[in-house]
């Protein structure tokens, strides 16, 4: 039961250059997210999915776009990365909102020159 | 807006003996709450969560919380603490929508 799978695991980019970093979930959950991870901050949502079909934004989304191409995939995309997206980059999925638990990725370790 | 503060940072404990991790919340609705574990090099996993009923609510590797709603806080406890709990910890509350928010996160490191 693979779960929730995130790739790439590792990327580096330069200033100004653009990358999408993919997700998918085979336990058929409406709900997905995008999370961004930095030293001492805890993690903070850049957009989220309620449904397919929808996207809102979160805490964090600017320099960020998204993509729900299905039910099973959501896709976050850095059109112009920039040092300050240095991160590590979580997907998540729920069967609904609220007190439902996130099941999360491995993650994606991003560094921006 | 939704907040949450874990008090500590850093907890270094030695193996066999108690620790607590603390958390604190602030909000003026009910919440559900949770504690998320990190283990180095992996994404979050739920270790337990509180959405109503008894306040005490426990995990199956011997973690327990309490939500106490008049301190709102939910502090994570565990009697006596092994190697394998070093790790870092998220504290997070939802209100009920699509935004759970995360506290900064405590790093236990349990000592030999």
């Known amino acids: 039961n693979a779960g929730v799978t995130q790739t790439p695991k590792f990327q580096v980019l330069k200033t100004g250059q653009s990358m999408t970093l993919q997700c998918a979930q085979d336990?058929?959950?409406?709900?997905m997210y995008w999370y961004r991870q930095d030293p001492g901050m805890g993690l903070r949502l850049i957009y989220y999915s309620a449904s397919e079909g929808t996207t809102d934004k979160g805490e964090v989304p600017n320099g960020y776009n998204v993509s729900r191409l299905n039910k099973r995939e959501f896709s976050l995309r850095l059109e112009s990365a920039a040092p300050s997206q240095t991160s590590v980059y979580f997907c998540?999925?729920?069967?609904?909102?609220?007190?439902?638990?996130?099941?999360f990725g491995s993650g994606t370790q991003l560094s921006v020159l | 807006a939704q907040s949450v503060t874990q008090l500590d940072s850093q907890v270094p404990v030695f193996e066999e003996a108690p620790v607590e991790l603390r958390c604190n919340y602030s909000s003026s609705v009910s919440v559900y709450l949770f504690w998320y574990v990190q283990y180095p090099n992996q994404g979050l996993q739920l270790l337990l969560k509180y959405l109503s009923g008894s306040t005490l609510v426990e995990s199956i590797n011997g973690f327990e919380a309490e939500f106490n709603k008049s301190q709102t806080s939910f502090h994570l406890r565990k009697p006596s603490v092994h190697i394998s709990d070093t790790a870092e910890y998220f504290c997070a509350v939802n209100p009920g929508g699509f935004k759970t928010i995360f506290g900064a996160g405590t790093r236990l490191f349990v000592k030999a």
């Open positions: 998540a999925s729920s069967k609904a909102q609220g007190g439902e638990k996130l099941f």
């Open positions: 336990m058929n959950h409406n709900s």
